[in-house]
């Protein structure tokens, strides 16, 4: 990986957490997982053997699984929860709120990645909504071009800002605000995800997203259990698919 510069200390909450993008990076993902190197958790082959698994649950994205093996989980659980980051399960990151579990995280993306990408098969602007820890969005800034985050809760804004800034990714913002309001000065975005699951897409999200993008998100159904759905804005107009039933945090509006 490419020498970057680091994360500023400190921005306005209304700012994007990032620096300047080298001329040389482009977050172009390989074909496969990276080569074992390391050692520990630190180790490639760790992260492969995630991907193996990943593979054999039905992820087929050769995009998907290089980013889910080339990003270090371990990085973003708390340390005493830190032999657990490989395993599929999801863990707590504190305020109540968890980490996906990784085929949830590598589902998702695959289903975003449906979308319209560029010639090299990467999605142009992304949204995340509900940052968490920030791994989401480091393993989204693998397979897009650019990933604005937003979280409501600033101790988790704080956490992620903290994980990330090692690892110097130059085209993830961290921004803390209310996500149900999206983020209009990004917008159109190409995709959007979310990690908490509300009643509806909020209207704003649809606007927001460009013609030929895509939002997933866990939704509500009338049986009171969340589901995985995927919106495509298409020429013909709004096409909307429900998928497997999943469980998230419940999507809130405001800060915290």
């Not at 990408?117 to 791994?135: F, H, M, Q, S, W």
């Not at 509806?200 to 969340?226: F, H, K, N, S, Y």
């Amino acid at each position: 990986m490419n020498r970057r510069p680091s994360f500023p200390a400190r921005l306005p909450a209304s700012q994007p957490v990032a620096t300047r993008r080298p001329a040389t990076r482009t977050p172009v993902p390989a074909g496969a997982a990276p080569a074992p190197s390391g050692i520990g958790l630190d180790s490639g082959a760790v992260r492969a053997r995630m991907v193996h698994k990943l593979a054999a649950q039905g992820i087929t994205d050769r995009r998907v699984l290089a980013a889910m093996g080339e990003v270090p989980r371990h990085a973003f659980v708390d340390s005493a929860l830190v032999n657990q980051a490989y395993e599929d399960t999801s863990l707590p990151i504190g305020l109540g709120q968890t980490i996906s579990k990784p085929n949830v995280v590598a589902r998702m993306i695959e289903l975003l990645l449906g979308g319209e990408c560029d010639a090299k098969g990467l999605l142009g602007r992304v949204l995340e909504i509900g940052t968490g820890c920030g791994y989401q969005a480091a393993v989204l800034a693998r397979v897009a071009r650019e990933v604005y985050s937003i979280e409501r809760l600033r101790g988790l804004h704080e956490k992620a800002r903290e994980n990330l800034r090692p690892l110097r990714i130059p085209n993830v913002h961290l921004l803390f605000g209310d996500g149900m309001l999206g983020f209009p000065k990004g917008a159109p975005y190409a995709g959007i995800i979310a990690a908490a699951g509300g009643e509806d897409l909020p209207p704003c999200w649809i606007e927001q997203l460009a013609p030929g993008g895509r939002i997933v998100a866990p939704t509500l159904m009338p049986t009171g259990a969340q589901a995985l759905v995927v919106l495509e804005k298409t020429p013909a107009g709004l096409k909307r698919s429900v998928l497997e039933a999943v469980h998230f945090v419940p999507l809130k509006s405001g800060i915290a």
